[in-house]
């Protein structure tokens, strides 16, 4: 069962994970006061579907002023937005996420899988953010670490140091990323996840980490366990 974006910073935030300030809106009318509410003088909107590569499709958009808030959910909700992961028909929009602006230095990628031959959890880390993974593993192969981890284990801090390394963390940065690693991989666990990915995970302007975006896919055989979780089923996607 996937969540969508919204769903999964609240997760984020939850586990204390850094997330920008944000409000979801399901209707036009409604944007000005999640802006007002937000702060600041730049938003970011975000049209919310289970699918990537909204950016590229005209679904996600920097904005200066409430207005274009306004106009962007007018154009979006209740229309289906077509990506390089969805079919022809595209998928419905329902929801808009509107965040503060985050002001980015470098984009990383993160991301958190089972490995069924090891049994481990597996993290996949790499400098090269923002982009299609793949694009990056057939082009560039040495710029990703498949780094396998166990919670609770003693090894935790030395492997979260192996993938800091591959992501070009200064010391500041690699002191940050071993608490986000073991959130993220404490939220794996008790959320019965099957996948975990931030593309991007930012460094911003002020040299910290940061959570930009969030996808996360919880094993459907455990639902069971997790209702909560199960009621923010989307049927729409």
Not at 103 to 115: F, H, K, P
Not at 144 to 171: C, F, R
């Amino acid at each position: 069962m996937n969540l969508h974006e919204y769903q999964g910073k609240l997760l984020f935030a939850e586990y204390n994970l850094p997330v920008s300030k944000g409000k979801v809106i399901f209707d036009a009318k409604d944007a000005i006061d999640a802006c007002d509410e937000i702060g600041g003088d730049k938003w970011v909107v975000k049209a919310q579907v289970h699918a990537g590569g909204r950016g590229k499709s005209g679904g996600v958009q920097l904005i200066d002023n409430p207005e274009q808030a306004i106009e962007f959910a007018q154009k979006w909700l209740g229309n289906r937005l077509i990506t390089y992961q969805t079919d022809a028909v595209g998928q419905i929009v329902n929801s808009i996420l509107i965040e503060e602006c985050t002001d980015i230095d470098q984009e990383l990628y993160l991301s958190a899988v089972i490995d069924r031959d090891t049994q481990k959890i597996v993290f996949i880390g790499s400098c090269e953010g923002g982009v299609n993974i793949e694009e990056v593993a057939k082009n560039a192969p040495e710029k990703i670490i498949y780094q396998g981890v166990t919670y609770g284990d003693k090894s935790l801090p030395e492997d979260a140091t192996n993938i800091a390394k591959v992501l070009k963390l200064d010391e500041k940065q690699t002191d940050q990323f071993l608490p986000i690693i073991e959130n993220l991989l404490r939220l794996f666990i008790e959320k019965d996840l099957s996948l975990l990915e931030i593309n991007p995970l930012v460094i911003n302007e002020k040299g910290d980490l940061h959570c930009l975006d969030a996808k996360i896919n919880i094993d459907s055989n455990a639902l069971y366990r997790q209702p909560e979780l199960q009621d923010m089923y989307d049927e729409s996607q």
